[in-house]
């Protein structure tokens, strides 16, 4: 079945993976876009292009009103180029903001646009100390401070936004660390290692597949199980784009 979709966060790393599977499946893609520069490739990649702000409440409710979405895909994020660590005490409150208040705005510009599911990234290496691989039930690190209090009070308030905003549908996919193409590392990362073409797989399976809750993506760990993706999604971690 072929939908209408508001990618928010089109030109970032999973985004972009993200575009060509829901193209070739078919579906009308609206993405957005901070950087006018963007939208020229976006247009080329057969995006309808959003130039929007997720902070700016009102242009954000416009923007989604007009795309009027069946379903809306989160993907947003503020790192710095190859995750610089110099940098990266500043991400790591922005991308909080992102998932507290951008969360919100989104939230309620899909409900306002008549939407009816909303697929959202998360973080999978939030999960409070205990019994390893921790499944999706497993409580999360709320004690944790420090840099780490931060992101994951920016995670409880996306999930929690996501998943109790009736009548939106709520999916939250737990990622594990990102490598591949345009994430700054070509390698796989220590914690939950996640291919950014696998992640963006998850997406496009959760627009049908996926009944509302939270799902664990990861390739094979011993931190985190997937064995719920697998099953309900038909997610595979060993999923790749064909090479250009």
Do not use: C
């Amino acid at each position: 079945m072929s939908y209408r979709i508001f990618l928010a966060g089109a030109s970032g790393a999973i985004g972009r993976r993200l575009v060509p599977l829901l193209r070739e499946a078919g579906h009308h893609v609206s993405g957005t876009t901070r950087v006018e520069a963007r939208a020229a490739t976006l247009r080329t990649l057969g995006v309808e292009p959003v130039i929007v702000d997720v902070f700016d409440r009102d242009a954000l409710l416009r923007a989604v009103g007009k795309a009027r979405p069946d379903i809306v895909i989160h993907q947003l994020t503020d790192l710095p180029p190859a995750l610089d660590p110099v940098l990266m005490a500043a991400a790591i409150r922005r991308n909080a903001r992102i998932r507290d208040e951008g969360t919100r705005n989104l939230v309620d510009a899909a409900i306002a646009a008549g939407a009816t599911r909303m697929i959202a990234q998360s973080i999978a290496w939030m999960y409070a100390p205990g019994p390893q691989p921790h499944g999706e039930n497993d409580p999360l690190d709320t004690k944790a401070d420090g840099a780490r209090g931060i992101s994951l009070a920016g995670v409880v308030a996306l999930e929690k936004r996501v998943l109790q905003s009736p009548p939106l549908e709520g999916i939250v996919l737990r990622y594990g660390q990102i490598h591949g193409p345009g994430t700054g590392s070509d390698v796989p990362r220590p914690i939950a290692p996640l291919h950014v073409d696998a992640a963006a797989f998850a997406a496009l399976l959760a627009i049908e597949h996926g009944a509302p809750g939270i799902y664990n993506i990861a390739e094979p760990n011993d931190l985190i199980a997937t064995d719920k993706a697998r099953a309900q999604l038909g997610w595979d971690a060993g999923f790749r784009l064909p090479a250009a």
